[in-house]
């Protein structure tokens, strides 16, 4: 046990208690179970209204994929949301619909509520677990990603369970919690391996601990980490060797994409957090975590300071918080690697340090005020929300796949860009696929072609100049689909290659702009 384990149990005990005492206190359930049905209903309203978008589609057809291909492509290239893309392998089996296929993330989405509740139970009491239940039902930023075929939405869940069972293995040493606790963050990291920044907080936030000692004859050993959490650890490393592996493989690679962040790109990151309520929300919920730590005023960080549970729940959950952001923008520096949605598992921190600062008002007004005053933001940010994406410009793709099938006629030929934007036309041919003849089904597909349906190998490269002089040949027309090619002015040297061969083959050329697609329709006559 941690030298300190004697002053935080003494500390958690009357908070553990006052927090199953009402566990079963029958307003308590019933406010949970409202919630629990509004943030249902907010993230199951309006699922279909939105267009799937690239990465969407990609999610969708890289499940689809037999298990050979499957598990190429994870290797070579998608490791990461890996345990994502396992679950809505089964997922597909039973429905198809967008409505269907994005349910699995309202559903994980939904089970974070209850998470984040038990989470903030075991570090405040009933008061703060239902307030930030009440944050996390009406949050926009995550009913925005519980609306999505991707991961971000199990990556919440699963940091929340991560956090928890930390907290409950700290108070409890035992077996059941250490296995629980070691299995939700390798599951986390499956499901994004940016969750390798929540180990390394939980690591920071414990090894804080263990240097707080409460006397001088333990110092000494205060500073090591208890051999069973080292345990923990080590199944965590273990487990996710395979996906180090391949982050080493590929390096930075995957992340090129991402600009170097500046003070925008921060604030923009905690507007989402709050709820999409501009700067309004940022700075009620800034003015509630800081009411939830400045009574602890130097004491948090000091060097010397008492290990208490007072202390450290509020230490945890600022290094949840910060360590992960402030990190990756030191990094950023050297290569950019900050981007707000892959920092999304900071939100429980976020939403409970809040929670925590409005529930220290103890005025008969000032609580509901300040709780209305929040949910009144998240309110308009939901709205907002609904009407219009606000840390997304939603790609085209769909209708300029419909475009191309609509309008194709027999001995055409269609080819990509780049390999990967054959995975949405896809998506968006096999929903026209169920209730339409093969003649329907669009042009044939000139690159990437390596099989007679999706492989693995389909998923990346680009068409090369030997290829663009020989292959179209036999079409009389020829479809081009052009995505994240570069701005107009500046278009990548493929678009150029593209430009001047298709040029001189096919005298005539028609251009169709959708939002970042472009269709090309080159004919000979």
């Known amino acids: 046990m941690l030298p300190s384990d004697a002053a935080m149990n003494q500390d958690t005990k009357s908070t553990s208690a006052s927090h199953a005492s ?52 994870l290797w070579w290239r998608e490791a990461n949301m890996s345990l994502y893309y396992v679950l809505l392998r089964g997922w597909l089996h039973v429905g198809q619909s967008e409505f269907f296929i994005r349910s699995l993330s309202v559903i994980a989405a939904v089970a974070a509520l209850p998470a984040i509740y038990w989470l903030a139970g075991l570090l405040f009491d009933r008061r703060t677990a239902l307030i930030a239940t009440a944050l996390l039902a ?37 077996r059941r919690n250490l296995l629980a606790y070691a299995l939700t963050s390798v599951l986390a990291v499956y499901a994004h391996f940016y969750a390798l920044l929540l180990v390394a907080a939980q690591w920071l936030a414990l090894l804080l601990l263990s240097r707080s000692s409460p006397s001088t004859e333990d110092a000494q050993h205060a500073l090591s980490v208890p051999p069973h959490v080292r345990r923990a650890w080590i199944w965590i490393a273990v487990s996710v060797l395979p996906l180090l592996v391949f982050v080493g493989k590929l390096g930075a690679g995957p992340l090129k994409w991402i600009h170097r962040p500046g003070f925008h790109d921060l604030l923009d990151y905690y507007e989402h957090m709050a709820g999409n309520a501009g700067a309004e929300g940022v700075g009620l919920y800034a003015i509630a975590v800081i009411a939830a730590v400045a009574p602890l005023g130097r004491k948090l960080f000091a060097r010397r300071a008492s290990a208490s549970w007072e202390m450290w729940r509020y230490q945890f959950l600022l290094i949840w918080l910060l360590f992960p952001v402030l990190l990756t923008l030191v990094l950023s520096l050297a290569r950019p690697v900050f981007y707000g949605r892959y920092l999304i598992f900071c939100l429980p921190a976020f939403l409970i340090l809040a929670a925590a600062g409005v529930a220290r008002l103890r005025g008969i007004w000032q609580l509901p005020a300040a709780l209305a005053a929040m949910l009144l933001l998240s309110l308009y940010g939901m709205l907002s929300y609904y009407d219009h994406d606000f840390d997304l410009d939603r ?30 036309y896809e998506f968006y041919r096999s929903l026209r696929a169920r209730g339409s003849s093969a003649d329907a089904l669009g042009p044939e597909i000139l690159f990437p072609h390596h099989a007679d349906h999706l492989d693995y190998r389909d998923f990346t490269g680009k068409p090369t100049s030997e290829f663009l002089h020989s292959a179209p040949a036999q079409s009389r027309r020829v479809w081009v689909v052009l ?12 678009t150029g290659i593209l430009t001047q061969t298709l040029g001189e083959a096919f005298p005539k050329m028609q251009r169709f702009l959708f939002p970042q697609v472009e269709v090309r329709l080159y004919s000979r006559q």
């Open 22 to 73: 009402n566990a079963g206190d029958p307003l308590t359930t019933a406010a949970l179970l409202t919630l629990l049905a509004a943030g249902t209903v907010l993230r199951f309203l309006f699922l279909a209204r939105k267009p799937f978008w690239f990465d969407e589609c990609f999610s969708v057809e890289a499940a689809r994929l037999d298990w050979a291909n499957f598990l190429h492509l």
């Open 395 to 424: 790609d085209g793709i769909g209708a300029a796949s419909a475009y191309v099938m609509d309008h194709a006629q027999p001995a055409d030929g269609v080819l990509f860009h780049i390999a990967a934007t054959r995975v949405p």
């Open 483 to 494: 995505m994240y090619n570069g701005p107009p002015a500046e278009p990548d040297a493929t």
């Open 138 to 174: 009406f949050n926009a930023y995550h009913i925005r990603y519980a609306q999505e075929a991707r991961s971000y939405a199990l990556f919440v869940l699963l940091a929340t369970l991560s956090g928890a069972f930390f907290v409950e293995f700290l108070r409890e040493s035992s």
